[in-house]
């Protein structure tokens, strides 16, 4: 069974980089036809999406972030990771990773959607 | 890109009761509609793809329906577990993979 958990540092000093990493248990990274995104919550509001990244390293980014966010995957470790520049104080929450999978429904349409999660990490962006 | 509502933000329901929580997208966006359930923390967890189809191992009591820009999720008869926020997710197909969620609706014990 495919399990996700999320590392990195728990405290980001304003303007530096959060770097987050993703470890998958259970499975590769590579196989199926499989997106991994990253997810945040900020405390006591809303989810709200990130970007994600395709077992051929393709990434693409939720316009919110997209100027300062990268996604890509580690083979090598079974792992994929986060990279957000120049963060705030509106940046801390809790940052989760997913598994996006495709489920077919009908007239053979496709829908993505993140069917496992990792339990999530705290981030907080403060001096 | 596509704004999701949620009504209500909150609701407070007894066990038993049947419960429906409504999501609207700001555009249509067919049957690429997503709901999930969070506990409080804990990450959130599937509960039904594309407007009305029952993700595995999720109790049948959860259904969902609508198409376009109307979604609802229906709980036929709460129970304990159930109380918890729930949050819809649009997954329209764009070839950027942008996806937006509901603000959330809160399901209160009464």
């Known amino acids: 069974q495919v399990q996700l958990q999320e590392s990195g540092p728990g405290l980001v000093k304003p303007s530096q980089t959060l770097s987050l990493s993703c470890t998958v248990s259970?499975?590769?990274?590579?196989?199926?036809?499989?997106?991994w995104g990253w997810i945040r919550q900020p405390a006591g509001k809303g989810l709200e999406y990130i970007g994600r990244?395709?077992?051929?390293?393709?990434?693409n980014y939720s316009p919110s972030f997209e100027s300062r966010v990268a996604i890509a995957l580690d083979t090598s470790k079974n792992q994929f990771s986060l990279n957000l520049r120049s963060v705030t104080a509106a940046d801390t929450a809790v940052y989760y990773c997913a598994r996006m999978t495709y489920y077919d429904f009908w007239g053979g349409s496709r829908i993505g959607a993140f069917d496992i999660w990792g339990q999530g990490t705290m981030v907080t962006v403060s001096s | 890109d596509i704004q999701m509502t949620q009504s209500p933000s909150s609701l407070s329901a007894s066990v038993g009761d049947r419960v429906t929580i409504t999501c609207r997208a700001s555009q249509r966006i067919g049957s690429y509609l997503n709901w999930y359930q969070q506990k409080p923390g804990k990450a959130p967890k599937l509960l039904i793809y594309?407007?009305?189809s029952l993700q595995s191992g999720v109790p049948s009591r959860f259904s969902g329906s609508g198409s376009g820009t109307d979604f609802t999720l229906t709980i036929s008869s709460l129970q304990l577990e159930d109380f918890a926020t729930y949050y819809c997710q649009q997954s329209y197909f764009n070839p950027r993979g942008r996806y937006t969620f509901g603000q959330g609706t809160k399901l209160e014990i009464k």
């Open positions: 990244v395709y077992t051929s390293g393709s990434a």
């Open positions: 594309a407007a009305s």
């Open positions: 259970g499975g590769s990274i590579t196989s199926g036809s499989y997106y």
